[in-house]
């Protein structure tokens, strides 16, 4: 079962940050929140992890609470590309058996 | 382009065809994944190999036998199908679990229809 919880939907405009919430109220010490996209038709792509300080990359930052229950994606500037399914996944690193995905939220960067 | 390549991206098939989707990663890692991908549904595990062994079968049906020659390779042979398996296979791969910054990478995915 998904030990995650997003909202199924958001509007964004484009220019603007997206802001992507995650809850996982349930997580584990051992366990990093991982976030992935997926265009449609297209494979889920990477876009960042960490397990408890706030991480950044090319693509986006991942804020995560002081509790570790709950997390947020940011996108700093959206573009319409940037339109896709987003997850929340929370694994534990070495476990591979655990990467299940839940419903994500489904982004649309508006014109 | 993630490292990890899948054939065919299309397929269809006939119930009481015999086929098979291939995937290939060129990353060195050592863990590789089927998922199913249903329309408006989640991404659905099915598979995991572990250095070539296979660690999680997720209640697939009989008729979806995953084969694992070596951590490059993986194929998902198909076998009387019936029309609700259609869907898109995806393929993905990750580092040797021990290892940090486990991320695993998904390949493009095989549509598959079955008629």
């Known amino acids: 079962d998904a030990k995650t919880t997003q909202p199924p939907s958001m509007d964004c405009a484009e220019g603007r940050a997206a802001n992507l919430p995650c809850n996982h109220s349930t997580i584990s010490g051992n366990e990093y929140v991982y976030w992935y996209r997926q265009i449609h038709s297209q494979g889920p792509q990477y876009i960042i992890h960490?397990?408890?300080n706030n991480e950044t990359n090319e693509m986006a930052s991942l804020i995560i609470t002081e509790d570790r229950k709950s997390s947020t994606l940011i996108l700093p500037h959206a573009t319409l590309r940037d339109t896709a399914v987003y997850y929340c996944?929370?694994?534990?690193?070495?476990?591979?058996?655990?990467?299940?995905f839940g419903a994500g939220t489904r982004l649309t960067v508006k014109p | 382009e993630t490292g990890v390549t899948q054939t065919p991206r299309h397929l269809v098939m006939g119930m009481t065809n015999k086929k098979s989707l291939k995937c290939e990663q060129h990353l060195g890692h050592n863990a590789m994944y089927w998922y199913k991908q249903s329309a408006k549904k989640p991404l659905e595990l099915m598979f995991v190999?572990?250095?070539?062994?296979?660690?999680e079968n997720n209640s697939v049906p009989s008729r979806f036998s995953p084969e694992c020659p070596n951590s490059s390779h993986l194929f998902l042979h198909l076998h009387t199908l019936q029309p609700e398996d259609s869907a898109l296979y995806l393929c993905?791969?990750?580092?040797?679990?021990?290892?940090?910054?486990?991320?695993?990478?998904f390949g493009e995915g095989s549509w598959l229809t079955v008629v």
């Open positions: 960490g397990l408890k």
């Open positions: 996944i929370v694994r534990a690193l070495y476990n591979n058996n655990d990467m299940r």
């Open positions: 993905a791969s990750s580092q040797d679990p021990s290892a940090t910054g486990n991320t695993i990478y």
């Open positions: 190999y572990n250095f070539k062994e296979q660690t």
